[in-house]
T-cell receptor, first 113, second 114 residues
């Protein structure tokens, strides 16, 4: 089944403790992206990647890192999480860009205390 | 940068009625306008999209209309059913992102009552 898989689904952590949210797609998509969803703000883009080793900032990149060493994987790294990063995170992929239609993962609900 | 405003934030209809959600965008160079449906506990799913060279597109009970002059586009759902209950997001692709990003609206929570 074609899908985007995120792990974990739920995560509670403490301020300052580094964490990684994994994202993997099995559709051979070139484009991958991370969004955060907050009430009243919709989906805001954190980072995106056009292909392996090519990443770029979205609208809210502060406090996040990403890497794209393999085509299928696009992990999101929070080096020193803070409470304002408590949010619902989605990974998405598409064939070659934003105009191809995204396939979203099921989401990761992160709470930073 | 691009700004996408979506209205209403919540919408409640009776089963069988129509529902309309409207979005306005600021970047006149935007040329792609998708709509996503997010069911409870799931990621958003693309349900329909429209490009700037088309004024209307239909797919069974859903349709999207685009008015490029006024910079707004709308989602129309006819003969609503309880399974249409979800959060709906509109989006637009700004020139400032090289057309390779989507700016989403804040979402509309649609409730269809039997």
């Amino acid at each position: 089944e074609a899908q985007v898989t995120q792990n974990p689904r739920y995560l509670i952590t403490v301020t300052g403790k580094k964490l990684t949210v994994t994202c993997s797609q099995n559709m051979n998509h070139e484009y991958m992206s991370w969004y955060r969803q907050d009430p009243g703000l919709g989906l805001r883009q954190i980072y995106y990647s056009m292909n392996v080793e090519v990443t770029d900032k979205g609208d809210v990149p502060e406090g996040y890192k990403v890497s794209r060493k393999e085509k299928r994987n696009f992990p999101l790294i929070l080096e020193s999480p803070s409470p304002n990063q408590t949010s619902l995170y989605f990974c998405a992929s598409s064939l070659s860009g934003a105009l191809d239609g995204y396939t979203f993962g099921s989401g990761t609900r992160l709470t930073v205390v | 940068g691009e700004n996408v405003e979506q209205h209403p934030s919540t919408l409640s209809v009776q089963e069988g009625d129509s529902a309309v959600i409207k979005c306005t965008y600021s970047d006149s160079a935007s040329n792609y306008f998708p709509w996503y449906k997010q069911e409870l506990g799931k990621g958003p799913q693309l349900i329909i999209d429209i490009r700037s060279n088309v004024g209307e597109k239909k797919d069974q009970r859903i349709a999207v209309t685009l008015n490029k002059t006024a910079k707004h586009f709308s989602l129309h759902i006819t003969e609503t059913q309880p399974e249409d209950s979800a959060v709906y997001f509109c989006a637009a692709n700004p020139l400032s992102g090289g057309y390779n990003k989507l700016i989403f609206g804040a979402g509309t929570r649609l409730a269809v009552h039997p």
